[in-house]
């Protein structure tokens, strides 16, 4: 407990990962804490966007990530961290599950998790047809008709992931026009076993053990019942804020912390990096939480060094 690191690191992700190795690199004594080792990327069945590998699976990638930290022999605790306050003499004191720590400068790495719809039978079927992971739940669907829910990346990735395993995937969105890559519409338009329903919401989840079908809110065939076996909820992220929002960072509108170029927050010693920023012009990628952690990295061993 009497020993003060120079940084922690909260979140084992891209963006927490990417940080600690340009720390070593800087030579700051630190730590990295991180609830769920590889955060999302355990998530990501393929990436086709991380430049020097033309397709790696998440595991994989952040495999390499964590080799990478480990090199400069950098521990990695897998504890949540529950609390920050500030002490005297602009020192931090940071609470896990287990212990306390103390340190000079904090990176806020803690990323995001599925956002949910919070719609009638979502919380009730979870594990029971209800998913927010494919790369976990997939195979579980074998010559089943699934819906996936949501009109962004994810949700088109996720459809085509779902077309190894299920004989039918109805793609359910909102708008007109899916906001996914045009590589990813394309893929998907060139899959006979998706289907895609425009400008409908889900209502409801029903089922009696387990789900057996949506309740859409506007009739599509005629039918506002969708009859499914599985539904893969992608409707983006929230940001895991409750940490620093007891200490007073501050927060945008959309519950993301709001930095400045260097990553500083409003709390002088508090850097933040990755999905739980309003940085990268809220373009959240593997690519883009690395550079912000490589950032704040870099601003915070500025500010130790001038100290
Ligand atoms: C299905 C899916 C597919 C995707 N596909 C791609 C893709 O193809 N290409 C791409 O570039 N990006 C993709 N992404 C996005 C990418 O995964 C994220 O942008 C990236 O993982 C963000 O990294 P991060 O480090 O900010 O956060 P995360 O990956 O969310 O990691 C957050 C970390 O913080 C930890 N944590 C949270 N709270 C605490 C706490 N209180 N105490 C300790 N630890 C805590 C978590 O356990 C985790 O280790 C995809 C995401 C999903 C879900």
């Not at 739940?137 to 949700?155: H, L, P, Q, W, Y």
């Not at 859409?216 to 409707?235: C, S, T």
């Not at 501050?250 to 850097?271: A, W």
């Amino acid at each position: 407990m009497d020993h003060i690191y120079d940084l922690i690191i909260i979140g084992a992700g891209p963006a927490g990962l990417s940080a600690s190795i340009y720390a070593s690199r800087y030579k700051l004594n630190h730590l990295i804490f991180g609830a769920e080792f590889g955060g999302q990327m355990n998530e990501i069945k393929t990436i086709e966007n991380w430049p020097g590998e033309t397709k790696i699976s998440g595991r994989d990638l952040i495999q390499k990530f964590f080799e990478h930290v480990e090199n400069y022999g950098v521990k990695i605790a897998r504890e949540s961290v529950v609390g920050i306050s500030k002490l005297e003499n602009e020192i931090f004191e940071i609470k896990t599950s287990r212990n306390n720590y103390r340190a000079k400068a904090i990176i806020l790495a803690m990323g995001a998790k599925a956002r949910k719809m919070n719609i009638p039978g979502e919380k009730e079927f979870i594990g029971k047809g209800v998913s927010y992971c494919a790369t976990c739940d997939a195979m579980f669907f074998r010559e089943k008709t699934v819906c996936v829910i949501g009109g962004g990346n994810s949700a088109a990735v996720v459809a085509l992931e779902l077309t190894d395993f299920a004989k039918k995937v109805y793609l359910v969105s909102k708008e007109e026009k899916m906001s996914a890559e045009p590589i990813w519409l394309e893929r998907i338009s060139g899959n006979s076993k998706i289907e895609l329903i425009r400008k409908t919401g889900v209502l409801e989840i029903k089922g009696e053990s387990k789900v057996e079908r949506v309740i859409l809110d506007k009739a599509y065939n005629d039918e506002n019942n969708l009859k499914v076996d599985g539904i893969f909820i992608e409707i983006g992220t929230e940001p895991g804020i409750e940490i620093a929002q007891k200490i007073g960072v501050e927060i945008d509108t959309q519950d993301y912390i709001k930095v400045n170029s260097d990553m500083s927050t409003n709390i002088s010693g508090i850097f933040a990096a990755g999905d739980i920023t309003t940085g990268s012009n809220k373009f959240r990628q593997v690519l883009t939480a690395a550079a912000e952690g490589s950032i704040a990295s870099s601003s915070a061993y500025k500010m130790i060094s001038l100290k």
